[in-house]
Nanobody, 116 residues
Framework: QVHLVESGGDLVQPGGSLRLSCVFSGTRGFSAFVMGWYRRTPGKQRDLVATITPGGSTVYHSSVQGRFTISRERAQRTVFLQMDSLKPEDTAVYYC?????????WGQGTQVTVTA
């Protein structure tokens, strides 16, 4: 079993930055999972933001490429999402995901609001 806890969501002005964190805990090994960040706005489905493999390979949605950076810290069993140059359209609930084959887990989400 895996438990994911996100933090770092906040209210920020356009052009600002935030850093989200997701702490991984449980009986499974952190290094066995591809970690990812997804986001959902009201009335829409949950969309991929970025993923990172145990080896450090990353994938980004085109809308965040060049502005967001995903990283993972093995010793802390934590995945981060550094978000720079934030835009109002980045406003959403951000969810952490851990995926290993068909085995997947989600965190409870953290709210990011970008507004002047």
């Amino acid at each position: 079993q895996v438990h994911l806890v996100e933090s770092g969501g906040d209210l920020v002005q356009p052009g600002g930055s935030l850093r989200l964190s997701c702490v991984f805990s449980g009986t499974r090994g952190f290094s066995a999972f591809v970690m990812g960040w997804y986001r959902r706005t009201p009335g829409k489905q949950r969309d991929l933001v970025a993923t990172i493999t145990p080896g450090g390979s990353t994938v980004y949605h085109s809308s965040v490429q060049g502005r967001f950076t995903i990283s993972r810290e093995r010793a802390q069993r934590t995945v981060f999402l550094q978000m720079d140059s934030l835009k109002p359209e980045d406003t959403a609930v951000y969810y952490c995901n851990a995926q290993s084959g068909s085995e997947g887990y989600w965190g409870q989400g953290t709210q990011v609001t970008v507004t002047a």
